[in-house]
């Protein structure tokens, strides 16, 4: 077959997807977007976390909101969903990972991955708009500084990176960013609703420019619809089949053909095409360590809350996640929030027991420290005001360590499960998230002058850790024995397709991954030729 229908399909559009439309068109490529989120206007976005058909995707139930959950046996998984994929309700954080992420042994050699990523990070900068450096001090910002002083890493107290325009709070002003090529933009109003969904249209979402300035550059974005299959096609290129998502009835599968594909759809849904595409046999030369180095960013999802809501101390108010601080070398934590009503997530939270026990253990430290003081656990494990009365704590690490996906058989559908993989075991809880979440816990209760405790979660009393930055599991590797994807991003055997989203990443960064994923994908468009020009990039060796 010499004639396609596209020259690329590109499944998903948050980080790596975005940036692969922009880039492509720009070299004049043909590009068709598929998405299986909705798109989102500003005023779509609901307006608390309580909105839940505009909050939570669960399409069967008809719930086309922002916020995907998903379960593995040894992992709870927040993700994003829409047009913008995880940049719509991301905490807008933009680190850059420190040197341990570009020295792992999975990818060192093959590569001078600093240095060589060094522009492209500069460019994602550029592109997301980032400032590095929160531009607000409030009560949350001294109650982190203070908790870090106290746990004695004062020095490593910062304000984050933030992809945000704050211009004038409330103010609708022309594209700032790109010379006017852009969307209209309002100043941030510190609602604290990021991870819901900023209704402002200050938060600086892959709308607001990567696939803003694709569309007008041509790329042509599908929403709604569900890349179902995958198939290479004799004599080369790919048959790409595509449903409504979330339908019962009347699926509306179409299908297209294309020279190339890149597979964007976030770790989740990249991994689970791939695993079913090999085990149907239509990618039949995907490597076999597919699935192998899947990371959770040695994650825990941690905080403290106040018994009432201490008003004097604003609690929701800011963007999402504003401060960070180092526990040890290889141990971030950052402040969370959520803007005032958005108290779903609270629904999570309950006492924090020590991770170090059984499971009935667990639930008889829960039993007991709720007998003990039932008003006062009642009080703390209240939704009311949930988000106005505490502080999450997000706690990363650079650790090494793994679980390997692979599929299984549930109730009649193959579905992804887990193994502890390669490395240190995942941890099902962090000692130093406890002790972070503790010391926040007292700067409150002595800044705010309320009683506060350190909460945990339920998933991590039943030994499931959360994690927002699920990665690997089709790495980049040296060869197909060691990882699915070449320095280029190519799958080793079938070199006309390409993961560039959070499934590509080796390491734990130990920091938010979003800018590290656009930069690796600003390298890995940039050795992409021009349509119609002589590839560069060497051949993959034979397999």
Not at 168 to 175: F, L, M
Not at 209 to 221: D, K
């Amino acid at each position: 077959m010499t004639e396609f229908d596209e020259d690329v399909v590109i499944v998903g559009s948050g980080f790596g997807g975005s940036v692969a439309a922009l880039r492509l068109r720009e070299k004049g490529y043909r590009v068709r977007v598929y998405e299986a989120g909705r798109r989102f206007a500003d005023e779509d976005f609901a307006r608390t976390s309580w909105n839940v058909r505009r909050y939570l995707w669960a399409p069967a139930l008809g719930c086309f909101g922002v916020q995907r959950i998903h379960r593995l046996p040894h992992v709870m998984i927040l993700a994003g969903a829409g047009v913008g994929g995880g940049s719509l309700n991301y905490a807008n954080t933009l680190y850059q990972p420190g040197p341990a992420f570009f020295e792992d042994p999975q990818w060192h050699g093959i590569a001078e991955w600093e240095d060589e990523l060094a522009p492209h990070y500069a460019t994602a900068k550029r592109m997301l708009g980032v400032v590095e450096h929160y531009p607000h001090t409030g009560p949350v910002e001294r109650i982190m500084a203070g908790a870090a002083s106290d746990l004695g890493v004062g020095d490593t107290f910062r304000h984050a990176p933030v992809g945000v325009w704050f211009g004038r709070p409330g103010e609708r002003v022309a594209d700032p960013f790109f010379g006017g090529e852009g969307p209209e933009r309002t100043g941030c109003t510190l609602c604290g609703n990021c991870m819901v969904g900023c209704r402002v249209g200050a938060k600086n979402t892959l709308m607001k420019n990567y696939l803003a300035l694709a569309e007008r550059r041509g790329a042509v974005i599908e929403a709604l619809r569900t890349v179902t299959e995958v198939r290479e096609l004799v004599g080369g290129g790919f048959a790409i089949t595509t449903r409504r998502s979330g339908a019962w009835f009347r699926h509306g599968r179409r299908t297209v053909t294309a020279r190339e594909v890149v597979l964007a759809a976030g770790t989740w849904g990249t991994q689970q095409l791939l695993h079913r595409m090999k085990h149907e046999g239509l990618l039949p030369r995907v490597s076999e360590t597919l699935g192998r180095l899947t990371r959770t960013n040695s994650e825990a999802l941690d905080g403290a809350v106040a018994t009432t809501v201490p008003d004097s101390l604003e609690l929701a108010r800011g963007v999402a996640i504003t401060t960070s601080f180092h526990v040890d070398e290889r141990t971030h934590v950052e402040n969370v929030r959520y803007g005032p009503g958005s108290n779903l997530m609270g629904a999570l939270a309950t006492v924090m027991v020590p991770g170090d026990r059984g499971l009935g253990r667990r639930l008889g430290s829960v039993i007991a420290q709720t007998l003990r003081a039932p008003i006062r656990q009642l009080r703390l494990g209240s939704l009311r005001r949930w988000s106005e009365r505490g502080i999450i704590a997000l706690v990363m690490q650079t650790a090494d360590n793994s679980l390997t996906l692979s599929l299984r058989r549930r109730f009649g559908r193959l579905t992804l499960t887990s193994a502890q993989g390669h490395g240190e075991p995942n941890p099902s809880h962090l000692p130093q998230a406890h002790r972070a979440a503790a010391a926040i816990a007292a700067r409150m209760q002595a800044d705010g002058g309320v009683p506060a405790a350190a909460r945990g979660s339920w998933p991590e009393v039943f030994g499931i850790p959360l994690t927002a930055h699920f990665l690997g599991g089709a790495v980049i590797s040296s060869s197909a024995r060691s990882g699915v994807i070449d320095r280029y991003h190519r799958v080793w055997g079938h070199p006309g397709l390409h993961v560039v989203d959070g499934a590509a990443v080796p390491a734990n960064p130990g920091v938010n991954p979003s800018l590290t994923i656009t930069a690796l994908a600003e390298r890995a468009l940039s050795y992409w030729p021009h349509a119609g020009a002589e590839d560069q990039r060497p051949e993959q060796q034979s397999l």
